[in-house]
């Protein structure tokens, strides 16, 4: 918000530059036009007395909480008035210089004389809420924002705080700069010297600090009070004492300089306009809206001891103009104008591709409708940050035409806003496309391996190049409803790409290397089957003897075979009984057996037995047919024996 400064009574100025060019500003602020429009008479109603402030410096209008932040240092505090000019909080920081609300209006950010910091306050309790350090010496004065990026002055320079993350850039001094003004918009810088110098110099830079260009201000134009970008962005005027000079955004050549003894300062009307404040003449109203004069407003503050000028600002939105004055007792009245409603309802429509190569041009088409030969701007969200591209402008048809080459993969979003002006509402729209990513490699060592029950498996995931993330997860879900899939570790790779770590094996187990992704490269998880064996035996009893490998029963004996398995809720044991005939081995008995809860079954063969015939038992646990499938399918060793008289 630009700084106002005291006068003997006020005339301002709202030029919509969006309808009408800038040479139509000026000549109508300063020709006939004005003169022809029947003044609106302010009532006295509109007056609302303030409790009294020692001074004033910034003022800055809170729409979100209904409220006027301003700047008394004199007092050594910040005042937080009610629309009607009642007080609603105040806090003395020490004395403040220069304030700034958030586009949110969550957060208020202040200067203060002799801190080498920027604060920020909530917009609602005015509790300190952050303290961005700037570094020794560099103590901040006037504010602007852009995006993320909060610009200050200080000294003979200024420089940049990036609110994600604290990082704070300073500028080399400008010499031909005392007390330097600024202005920010959309990825461009304007500074100026301020009231300390008779005359001075004009600089432009880009949103990294990097200079475009720079010039001397017009001779006719002293003393500079402020500097303001207009609402398009595509013009930046200086004011001062002698008049105000309008300039190019793009390269600072001039466009037109007004002579004016009556200029007070500039400020950008949230509507789509320009302030423009100016001491009034006796035959001229105190406030004009532009273009052609079409709106004026004649405050009750005339006489010998008219009220001076203190302040002025819009409410977000350009619904209402706050103007504070203060007479010569010290006393000070907040008046509430009415702006015009915004009436035309616009509508912005875009056309992109659903799919889109990283790193090149991609196009996007859109129509606004509503409003002709407007500037938009235009935001890229990926999943690294947002990022505000350059404005564009639409056509006299409301078209327009939106090229970049989004640096990073993944869904990417594009809003183009159009911000509307006191005849327009604003309007915005949002589109998303799929932009391509490189598929990494990935790699998981052990699929379909088949492992001792208990074993500990060491574990290798390999992750090949990749942009910035070298972060890999491994996963692990083990076979049955009644366990879940759990992480086993998270882990930068090291040197050669890997994470390692073990899992133990008592189930089946399907483990996970999962790769997230980053700005270039897509996500991606690779799977590995580790499979784990129960064990499995079989003990005989109810033998005579063993001999060669083989138990021997006398005929009259049932034999009774006690398997042994690793146990499972539910599980059995499949049983395998053969007989040898002919020089090979034949099926002859299989059973479905269930274990108990320590792993255990028992079956007893009974029946006629044949004296000398050759037979083995062994029992297996079957995946999937044995009651369950969280283990692999193992066959326990054969059992021989043979019957005798």
Same mark, same amino acid.
């Given at each position: !918000? ?23 500003? *000026? ?31 910034? !003022? ?23 629309? %009607?000019?009642?007080? &609603? ?9 220069? #304030? #700034?609300?958030?586009?949110? &209006? $969550? ?12 604060? &920020? ?40 705080? %990036? ?46 600090? $990097? ?13 500079? +009070?402020?500097?303001?970008? =207009? ?56 406030? $004009? ?37 203060? %007479?010569?007792?010290?006393?000070? =009245? ?11 309802? =616009? ?10 190569? +990283? ?19 235009? $935001? ?56 391509? +990513? ?53 882990? @930068? ?9 073990? *899992? ?28 784990? +064996? ?11 003897? =063993? ?16 398997? @042994? ?81």
């Amino acid at each position: !918000m630009s700084k106002f400064v005291r006068t003997t009574s006020i005339r301002v100025v709202l030029a919509a530059t969006v309808l009408a060019g800038a040479a139509a500003l *000026w000549t109508a602020a300063t020709g006939s036009a004005a003169a022809e429009v029947t003044p609106i008479a302010v009532p006295e109603s509109a007056g609302h007395p303030v409790a009294s402030l020692q001074s004033v410096g910034d !003022m800055v209008v809170d729409g979100r909480h209904k409220r006027i932040l301003i700047s008394d240092e004199s007092d050594e505090r910040i005042v937080a008035l009610n629309y %009607d000019g009642s007080a &609603a909080g105040e806090i003395s920081p020490g004395v403040p210089r220069g #304030l #700034l609300l958030s586009a949110d &209006a $969550t957060t208020l950010y202040a200067t203060l004389r002799g801190e080498t910091s920027i604060i &920020a306050y909530d917009a609602a309790t005015l509790t300190e809420t952050a303290r961005y350090p700037l570094g020794a010496g560099i103590v901040p004065e006037q504010l602007a924002l852009a995006g993320h990026t909060l610009w200050f002055t200080y000294g003979q320079s200024f420089g940049s705080l %990036d609110l994600t993350d604290g990082t704070v850039v300073t500028h080399e001094p400008l010499i031909d700069i005392s007390g330097p003004l600024i202005a920010a918009d959309h990825g461009r810088i304007a500074v100026t010297s301020g009231p300390g110098l008779s005359s001075g110099a004009l600089y432009l830079f880009d949103a990294t600090g $990097t200079e475009i260009a720079h010039r001397d201000v017009d001779s006719r134009v002293q003393y500079h +009070r402020d500097v303001a970008f =207009t609402s398009g962005g595509d013009q930046v005027v200086v004011g001062g004492a002698g008049g105000y000079q309008t300039l190019s955004a793009a390269d600072l050549s001039p466009v037109d300089t007004v002579e004016t003894g009556r200029f007070v300062a500039l400020g950008s009307d949230p509507a789509g306009g320009l302030m423009v404040a100016e001491k009034p003449d006796f035959d001229l109203p105190e406030l $004009t809206l532009l273009p052609g004069g079409n709106r004026q407003w004649d405050l009750p503050i005339t006489g010998q001891y008219a009220p001076s000028l203190a302040a002025l600002a819009w409410e977000p939105g350009g619904a209402r103009l706050f103007t504070l004055t203060t %007479d010569y007792l010290g006393r000070q =009245t907040l008046w509430t104008v009415d702006g015009p409603a915004s009436t035309a309802t =616009t509508a912005i429509t875009l056309k992109a591709p659903t799919t889109a190569t +990283r790193a090149a041009t991609l196009t996007i088409s859109g129509t606004i409708t509503g409003a002709t030969s407007v500037p938009l701007t235009v $935001t890229r969200k990926d999943a690294e940050s947002a990022t505000a591209l350059n404005r564009v402008t639409t056509t006299a048809t409301g078209t327009f035409t939106i090229t970049d080459k989004p640096p990073v993969g993944g869904t990417v979003g594009y809003t183009v806003s159009y911000a509307g002006d006191a005849f327009h509402k604003p309007s915005t729209a949002t589109v998303s496309v799929a932009v391509s +990513r490189v598929t990494p490699t990935v790699t998981l060592n052990g699929n379909g391996s088949v492992n001792s029950y208990g074993f500990s498996y060491p574990l290798v995931a390999h992750l090949g190049t990749t942009y910035r993330n070298r972060t890999v997860e491994i996963w692990a879900d083990p076979y049955g409803a009644d366990q879940g899939n759990r992480l086993v570790k998270k882990a @930068t790779v090291d040197s050669k790409g890997n994470v390692s770590t073990t *899992w133990k094996l008592t189930r089946n187990t399907t483990v996970s290397a999962i790769f997230t992704g980053d700005a270039q490269y897509a996500a991606r998880t690779v799977t590995s089957t580790l499979y784990a +064996r129960p064990a499995v035996s079989t003990a005989v009893t109810k033998h005579y003897k =063993t001999a060669s490998s083989y138990y021997y029963f006398r005929k009259s004996v049932n034999p009774v075979f006690t398997t @042994t398995m690793t146990a499972h809720p539910g599980r059995k044991q499949r049983l395998f009984l053969e007989y040898y005939a002919s020089g090979t081995w034949h099926a002859w008995h299989n059973y479905l057996i269930a274990v108990d809860a320590a792993g255990h079954s028992t079956y007893t063969l009974t029946g006629t037995h044949n004296v000398g015939t050759r037979y083995r038992v062994r029992a297996a646990y079957l995946s999937g047919t044995s009651g369950d499938n969280v283990n692999y399918s193992t066959y326990g060793a054969y059992k021989y024996f043979q019957f005798t008289k």
